[in-house]
């Protein structure tokens, strides 16, 4: 008998042992930003960039929850993520988180991170003389993309470009004065309505799919009309 607890005791002091060898594994994070306060103080973050900036310094997958109020980013930039850790991105719903930036920002949000990324559930809203809204290689789902009103007529401009195998899925892009709603360089467009004021031809090495003109909808060489799902608007109104 003494023999045999004289065996578990070594195993239970070697098992303890072994544990306290392994490296400790952070845990992923929720950090609230603005007005959000639900996470706990030490996550909270007053600006949505230095939220973005601390999911990327972890190897995690984290969480980013945006309050009910628009965020403008503070540099031509935008709003950058660019790191191998997943980030889900979440809005507190359509109109209420709105993400912008100022006059000539080269995207809104730029967002490459790790496998099962994704941003939800906010509103983009394009400001003058813009690059893109939404620039990125992940998943964007139950967004919807507008332009600020008044802004002038921009040819060069674009509401979201996916590379990479992104998707936009349950969606709505709505603009007037920009004329292409999505650019797929390598993605896929899902249950979306994409809706522009405008038609053009070619621009460069990019080619226009005619047939989804009126939806303002680009696709590179390659990317098969199957690749796109969107609902077609009705222009006989």
Request: aromatic share 4%.
């Amino acid at each position: 008998m003494s023999a045999c607890l004289s065996r578990i005791g070594v195993l239970v002091i070697g098992a303890a042992l072994f544990a306290c060898a392994l490296p400790s594994v952070a845990a992923a994070t929720d950090y609230c930003v603005g007005q959000n306060t639900s996470c706990a103080p030490a996550n909270h973050k007053d600006k949505f960039q230095n939220a973005l900036d601390a999911a990327a310094a972890t190897p995690d997958a984290d969480r980013i929850l945006l309050g009910a109020e628009a965020y403008t980013a503070g540099t031509v930039a935008g709003y950058v993520y660019n790191g191998p850790s997943p980030v889900e991105i979440v809005g507190a719903g359509l109109g209420k988180t709105v993400l912008t930036g100022q006059t000539g920002v080269v995207s809104v949000l730029d967002m490459s991170g790790g496998a099962g990324s994704a941003v939800s559930d906010l509103t983009i809203r394009l400001p003058q003389d813009v690059g893109f809204g939404l620039n990125t290689d992940n998943t964007a789902r139950r967004i919807e993309v507008i332009e600020a009103a008044g802004i002038p007529a921009n040819g060069f401009s674009g509401g979201v470009y996916l590379d990479n195998g992104a998707t936009l899925e349950d969606s709505t892009v709505s603009l007037k004065a920009v004329p292409t709603g999505v650019f797929i360089g390598n993605g896929h467009v899902s249950r979306c309505t994409v809706t522009t004021a405008r038609r053009l031809g070619h621009q460069g090495e990019q080619r226009l799919d005619r047939a989804l003109t009126r939806e303002g909808i680009y696709r590179r060489r390659g990317i098969r009309r199957r690749e796109l799902d969107c609902q077609q608007p009705d222009h006989r109104r």
